[in-house]
DNA sequence: ACCACATTAATTGTCGACAATCTAAAAAAT
DNA sequence: ATTTTTTAGATTGTCGACAATTAATGTGGT
């Protein structure tokens, strides 16, 4: 199915259809990490012509799924550790920033919202004990509620448009399901505490750490995977 | 004159030569600031096909120097009070991360560099009281050194290639020019002694204070020019 | 057998033209 | 006169073809 993320413009062109598809492919691992694109082919497999799949393959640029040469072409980007320690690096701080913002901006009524929301997670992992995909999305709508409760517009697209297609391709590819949810609940609990206390540092903090913590979990897999092949 | 900048490809193709030029008067003002972009205009004007300046717009959106809307178009970005309090929070936020690092990673000689860099702008300014580029180009220089220290590509990106052209263009069009030399020499001496000393989180929370010592600076400026016309 | 060079094939960059969409001016209706 | 509809103009999105550059193949020399 496909998850139709928040503050997004919606899809009118054909190249906007073209991108989004990719996008979801290259983020699952269809179109695999590290692999040459070409133009021609792909464009063939899409149905448009080349300049429509070049203003996509612009876009996916921008959210960094795949890098581009001039006079050598395209390849998807290649998840290394290296890589994943600098992501996370700059995600933690751009949403630890996002956190405090949050403390001091978010409305009483959003704040309601994320305790439901987390709530409903818990009930959810009860009964569908194991199920990843709720808590891949769950974990997702929490981290974009918060970010949105910044109410920093440019943090917002950082985030939210940029870099988080990045960080789902590494959790979803490095199979990033069912473990540490009872953790991450408590984490998420003490960040939204601190966020309706309107205590921005402590927020911050507890956001960075629960980040890290999940940096550690994704970097553990990955060695794994790594020393497997 | 044209400053080439740090970790930018060359330019060899006709997109590239557009993207550099536009990005020059768009940050400059001679492309004025929340103008429309005509792409029939603006290709003839360079001297290339639409295909080509669209490539080179993409480029500029990606670097936040213009806005564009489905089967609307183009329009530079709008410097408002907002937006500047916006960019200013995300890049305190990633310049401290990156300065942080960089008390971790700088290799000695770097560091030496550093400091040679910072005498020669204290030797510049007396001779050339005033002279505003140089100063700009100092300033610049020794943030980018500081950024290049941290050795993460990826903050290096974001920080160099993709915000500081914005950064930049609220700079130049709101004239910071000649003032807060002297102090901002003191801040710069004081962010060198943290890196040489390896102390990540002094280094980290002084180059957030001279960012925002820096963001109120300009935003009087921008108070003052907005309260005018 | 190995390396250097030339030639060929494939890929990317660029162009001009057409189709789809939006904006604005003119016409019609209330 | 104001509002709505229509129509015309202009702008953006998309396409297929050509030019320029790169990668691959084959050839000759040592």
Redesign the interface.
């Known amino acids: 199915m496909t998850h139709t993320f928040l503050n997004e ?1 919606p899809i ?2 054909a190249s ?1 259809q073209v991108f989004v598809d990719m996008r979801r492919e290259i983020v699952e691992g269809s179109i695999v990490q590290g692999s040459k694109i070409s133009e021609p082919e792909l464009a063939k497999r899409y149905g448009v012509s080349r ?1 429509t799949l ?2 996509a393959l ?2 996916l ?2 959210c ?1 799924l795949v890098e581009r ?3 050598v072409g395209c390849r998807v980007v290649a998840l290394t550790a290296e ?1 994943l320690i ?2 996370y ?2 995600r933690s ?2 949403e ?2 996002a956190c405090r ?1 949050a403390a001091d901006n978010m409305e009483p009524e959003e704040v309601k919202g994320l305790k439901q929301l987390l709530n409903q997670h818990l009930q959810t992992q009860r009964v569908k004990e194991g199920e990843s995909y709720y808590q891949e999305a769950g974990d997702l709508d929490f981290h974009y509620r918060i970010i949105q409760g910044s109410k ?4 917002i697209h ?1 985030l939210c448009n940029e870099l988080y297609q990045l960080i789902r391709m590494y959790r979803v590819q490095m199979g990033m399901v069912g473990p540490r949810v009872s953790k991450a609940f408590d984490e998420h609990l003490a960040i939204i505490n601190a966020i309706e206390n309107h205590d921005g540092e402590l927020a911050e903090m507890l956001m960075k750490r629960h980040i890290s913590a999940s940096q550690a979990n994704i970097q553990t897999k990955f060695d794994l995977l790594t020393a497997k092949s």
Do not use: F
Request: charged letters at 25%; hydrophobic letters at 35%.
């Open positions: 413009a009118t062109t906007d300049a070049r203003e612009n876009r640029e921008s960094y040469k001039a006079n890589r600098e992501v690096q700059v701080s751009l630890g920033l913002l920093n517009a440019h943090l950082l």
